[in-house]
């Protein structure tokens, strides 16, 4: 089993800024493949960005490529999700995600654990 806990969320101005945290803990942190993923009111969960297992290697949803920024602190057990520049369809539920391969795909249901969500709203 894996926890995840999200923190981090929280109601920004159009082109401000936010750090997003999660933090895991269970099995071995350095196994899994780590994803960030949002859901907006009405709408399918989406994939944000990934980050492989080594940290070596990244992907961006393109809505957020240039923006947004995924990294992972191994002695930490935490994957960051830097999102500057942010616009109000940014606004969701944003979730953290751990999958037991190399690099994590973007569908949901390829990752095996989910964290609670935490709020992100940006207002105009």
């Known amino acids: 089993q894996v926890q995840l806990v999200e923190s981090g969320g929280g109601l920004v101005q159009a082109g401000g800024s936010l750090r997003l945290s999660c933090a895991a803990s269970?099995?071995?942190?350095?196994?899994?493949?780590m994803g960030w993923f949002r859901q907006a009111p009405g709408k399918e969960r989406e994939f944000v960005a990934g980050?492989?297992?080594?940290?070596?290697?990244?992907v961006y949803a393109d809505s957020v490529k240039g923006r947004f920024a995924i990294s992972r602190d191994g002695a930490k057990n935490t994957v960051y999700l830097q999102m500057n520049s942010l616009k109000p369809e940014d606004t969701a539920v944003y979730f953290c995600a751990a999958a037991p391969v190399a690099l994590g795909t973007v569908v949901p249901a390829s990752y095996n654990y989910w964290g609670q969500g935490t709020q992100v709203t940006v207002s105009s």
């Open positions: 980050i492989s297992w080594s940290g070596g290697a990244t």
């Open positions: 269970g099995r071995t942190f350095s196994a899994y493949a």
